[in-house]
């Protein structure tokens, strides 16, 4: 009898975790993991936006870097005020001038950089790159090629001088990847846009 009594309280000890306590083990445990990957997720895109924001903004000031530099080589550039001498001042989504004359050849290159819509149809602009060759005056073939895509807008304002001749030109650039903006939706996260301005003066004059 004695030996009875006292394997009660070893029996007791040896008891499992009922369902209830397991259950709520279980939800405390989901919880945790929500919460863990729900913060390493906003880890992981926010790197994601880090990144591509400063990869976009490397690009963006090479392809800068190259408008002005073509800029500063050309010459006839368009398009012309209607009156330079009251409205010198003039802005547009293209512009185009020669970056090549040959009067030897009788070639010439005509280089034209405009906005455009995007080729789907529902996104950001793009910037387009054409290049046009002419032997005296006769059309030969065409370059034409996308420089930047994603672009919130695009400006050139053009300064002109009486003749007119171009004094300064002027490119806005405001950029935001369509990337950023796939990482912004279902969370807090902005897509910062990134906006790049420059100036620059032609080396040839007409």
């Known amino acids: 009898m004695r030996h009875a009594i006292a394997a009660q309280p070893a029996a007791r000890l040896r008891r499992g975790f009922s369902m209830v306590e397991v259950l709520i083990s279980l939800a405390i445990t989901a919880t945790l993991l929500t919460a863990t990957m729900a913060a390493l997720n906003t880890s992981f895109k926010s790197y994601q936006v880090t990144s591509e924001g400063a990869s976009t903004n490397v690009v963006a000031r090479i392809v800068m870097q190259r408008l002005t530099a073509m800029i500063r080589t050309g010459d006839s550039f368009g398009p012309y005020p209607v009156n330079p001498i009251l409205t010198p001042e003039i802005e547009s989504d293209y512009i185009e001038f020669v970056s090549y004359r040959d009067p030897s050849t009788g070639t010439e290159r005509v280089t034209r950089l405009e906005r455009r819509d995007s080729t789907s149809g529902d996104g950001p602009y793009e910037l387009w790159y054409t290049l046009t060759t002419y032997i005296d005056g006769t059309y030969q073939d065409e370059e034409t090629a996308p420089l930047l895509v994603g672009l919130n807008d695009v400006v050139f304002t053009m300064e002109f001088d009486v003749g007119p001749k171009l004094r300064r030109a002027t490119v806005d650039l405001i950029i935001q990847p369509d990337d ?12 910062p846009t990134i906006r790049l301005v420059a100036s620059a003066s032609p080396r040839m004059h007409d």
Do not use: I
């Open 180 to 191: 950023m903006q796939d990482l912004a939706v279902g969370s807090t996260l902005e897509a």
